[in-house]
């Protein structure tokens, strides 16, 4: 079992910065990746950052240049920078991770998200 665990969302004007951080624990193994999905009432959950297998990063194109994905290994933390945000920014906001467990299917862990809400 893999838990992960948010935090650093709140309300900010637009314009403003936050960073989102994710605490993973658990069973994780090498093949594990870990993204920030975004949620909003009524909507599909979007991808807005991700590392990729390749140690590459994918961003939405909504939040290019404008949100940093980053890790730090040793803490198994995932990090989402947010600056210049913008009220269609505000959302749920949810780390995910992905592995392949030991019976050998792919697995999706989710965390229980962090609200962002940016005022104009």
């Not at 838990?3 to 951080?21: D, H, K, M, T």
């Not at 945000?85 to 949810?94: C, F, G, Q, R, S």
Request: a positive charge.
């Amino acid at each position: 079992q893999v838990q992960l665990v948010e935090s650093g969302g709140g309300l900010v004007q637009a314009g403003g910065s936050l960073r989102l951080s994710c605490a993973a624990s658990g069973s994780i193994f090498s093949s594990a990746v870990m993204g920030w999905y975004r949620q909003t009432l009524g909507n599909e959950r979007e991808l807005v950052a991700m590392f990729t297998r390749g140690g590459g990063t994918n961003y939405a194109d909504s939040v290019k240049g404008r949100f940093t994905i980053s890790r730090d290994n040793t803490k198994n933390t995932v990090y989402l920078q947010m600056n210049s945000l913008k009220p269609e920014d505000t959302a749920v906001y949810y780390c995910k991770l992905n592995q392949v467990e030991r019976a050998g299917y792919a697995l999706d862990y989710w965390g229980k998200g962090t609200l962002v809400t940016v005022s104009s």
